[in-house]
């Protein structure tokens, strides 16, 4: 599989977006259903949401309507299902009984991170613009940590072969007068990934600018697919676009891991 | 050191550290460290006791401990933390924040390697959030130690009145053991009472909660600098206006059971060829019936009357006479003839020293009403009346005051026909009288009115031991208000409610056994130790902190709210830390080389720090501004730095160090060789001479991880020849694992302990600031 990024699109993480939770019935009722519902929401994939039970849901309702053709769910543990099928279903519109578009059930995984399109007909095709975007659990599910919901963007092309990638750990060595070395560990490292692009498309490059535009540059975070593996990452500077023919450019993407 | 062993044994050379604060909103009871935060924040992401950690943290703050060593006192430095605005569950920490938050408790815990389990964290700090702010997304947040008794006053107990005559006065705060004035020797173990109100019979004097026994309260005669029992106190304490009260009638009765002021011999007046032939007249007044002075006359007389007069400075009391008794010690020879029956020996009371058959006045108090006519006897007479010398005297003396002169007559009478006196002898021994004195309401009311006013209170001799915390089931001597360190606990008891010991193994944990029973000889652990006695009392406003910081000074101890008070779930932790510095050379806590340390410093103290010549007042006067007792301390002149205070300040007029002790009144000096024996030892000890300092950055965790301020360092100069066989064997190129690169000046390192005074606890290292002891 290729490599792509997914990001907010929605502008899912604005302070004055309301994120509700609820039941999915007819249309999404909003009541008590879940533990922590905002954890769900707040860029940190360290704490999980709890409670989770069937027809349980989460919408989120944005001041400004929002298109989005994927989802990205993280897991911190393990979901707590024994067959994966269809255990979330994602739908958008603007009233919160009228919940039409989108309407794609989606399957969950064992810890980690699984991204679905949203429209139920076709892969990563756009949906919107809509104020209202609902995930419903179709079963008890649990360690639910963070639902991205925006926009997937494959790379034009795999990057260059120099990908760079590095752990920074922030150890202090402390060498005694007697020469013994103390190694303090305080954090488990961060991977700093830095890709290439040597020649991308004019609209591969407004592409990318779109995202770093919906991200705030280092503002928030999204997930990267390397191809293998994904990584919740955040840009550690923003990017630097140079032509190197007419229409054509070279970039280079710096993403420093984001632990939690 | 801190106390957790599971901690400890998790600290190795490569180790993953992290920080843990938990913030409990203050409206929070539970403040455990196993009790769920309000925050859970953290450097790096992590759970603890199943509870995540937010990783918000920004800076990497320091915690700062000290120890003043001059004035016994300790402090936990005050840090910030620069948090992520994070988002917690939908709110931002900054909407998060509010006045809830403010006075929030704050807990600090090292984190080794992740680990989850609630036992295996220590907690390095203990405070509250003082203030919080935000500044580019990062919210600032000031963090304060623990110190309940910041702006706190003493006393506070106060009546209360609907008459605002007689509202919110200060009831005295006091603690101690106290002895009521009895008998001719000068007392003044006694505490103020202050006058509250009279109920028209009776005037009403208030006395500390805890006041037991039932003697009488005491008024203070500034004229003969006596404290004189009020033998009419109603002993018994009522309850008046919201306190403790004890009344006694206005007339306020007195007894002063006194000697004369002085017997000056020059103005003894000798009958016909008598004179001193032993002794001083000194003597008859220097309480002991050994000494003597003896009158003679050997060539006798007839038909005329002989004897002496013995002048007599009487003490002057305030108030009215209204009784006076004479007390006399002597002896006496008299070799006569043709005696009639008004011939003899008489003793008695004059305010004239003339040779009379009856005096204008006199008080008889031997040979009354029949002469002694024995050849050889004793006079012993106790508490005779002679109030009439006082009352019946001449007409140009008030009654009820002494005359201006005071003579204590021995009249040989050998008046009429043809009796005579071949020789007579007189020794005395001692005289004293007891001197009953009242408000003198009749004749000078407005005086006496005046005179009451003026006092402003009386005096009390009752202890006040009992403490209301909870005491040890073998050692509960030691927690008797008699020693700083128990009258210290009493007050953060009784005055801020600081958590009670849960358990002997609480008050033994909390160092509160060991420190206590050093500074109170009652105790049979250590069997060596001598009795600090403390005395403590309070009458106006005060801050609570300083008193705490004086008992600390007098009574050479230190008192910490312990960094690792919500720990208590650990054995071998309290909430409190009494500590003080041992005898000899304390046992070092740890042993520092080389090889964990990255860089030291050494120094010697500054010439200011010296105490080579102190003048210490203690045993405060209950009535006057002075002090009843001094003790002085100058530097021996010895070898090596142990010079004398001369030496060092060019002459022993310079910097001369004068201290008041308030508080501790025993064991100041001279009680015996041990640095805990009394306070002057415990501050020569410290200051008396030069003493090394040393800075040290340790980075060795294994060493560093558990230390506090108050332990004690030892650093190694043993090198592998010094140990002998097999060690000597060992290439000296491995001597480096246990020693010292340097000396320490001109001297070794060995035998020399080093308390650690100042420690700044970073992750990853600590740097600490050491003296020798």
Redesign the interface.
Known sequence: MSSFFVYDSINQYRSDNTISEGTFGAGFSASDSLTNHKRVSDQNIGTAITGVNANDAIAYTLGTGGTANAIAVYFSGSDGVTANGDEMTVRAGNLVNSLTAAGKSFASTDSGWIVSNVHDSANYTDVGSYTIWCVEFNEAITNVAEILIGRKLDFEIEPDINVQSKIEYENSIQRSLGGVEYALNVNPGQEVITISFQNISSTFKQDLTTMQDAIKGEGKKFLYYDGSSYHWVRLNETMTFTEVADGRFSTQIKMRQQIQ | MFTNTNYESKLS??????WLVQIFKNSTSGIQTTDTPDLALS???TTFDGV?Y??AILNKPSISYSLDLKNFTTNTGSLTLNIGN???????LLGTLGKNYLNAHVNILSQIDNDDTAANALQIFSGKVSSFGYKNNTIIMNIISNRPFQNVSIPQGRTSSTNEAHNNKIVPLVYGDYTASTGKAFNAEVFKCPFHKNDGTDFMFLVPEGTSGSDDLEFYDDSIKRFLPLTDTNTSIADVDGAKVLKVPKSMKRIADVFPDEVPASEVVFGTATTKTAGEFANIIDDNTGTSVTVSNSTGFSNDIGGFFVKLIMPELRGKITNLKISLEATFTQTYSNFAASNGLRVTVQDTASFVSAPNSSAHCFGSPARSQLESGTISITDVDITDYVTDHNATDDAGYFPDDCYLYFDFNALGGSASYADFSATIKEVSFKITAENDLDKEPVASTSFNAGIEEVYLGRDILTESYRTHSTADTASDLNNPVAIHRQLLDAIIDVDDFVDDTDIEDSGFKTVAELRDSNTSSPASSTHWKTRFSSHNQEPLEKVLNKLQYEGCFFFQFNPQAQQTALTGVSPLRYFTIDNGVPTANIAL????????ELGITEVGDLETNLVINYKPHPAEDRYLKQATYTADTGSGQNLSHGTIFEQASHQKEEVNLDYVFDSVDDAGSDRNDDFVNFRSSLFGDYKTTINVTL???EKYGMIQVGDFIDFSSILFQDLGSPFDAISDTFD??VAM?TNLFGDTWSNKRFIITNLKRN???VSIGCREV
Not at chain 2, 593 to 600: A, L, T, V
């Open positions: 050379p490569t180790m993953t550290e992290n450097f790096a992401s995540v937010y990783p994070i988002d917690i569950d939908g709110t931002t080389s080389q090889n964990d340390i990255s860089g030291y980075v060795n965790p480096s694992f690169p992750i990853g290292s």
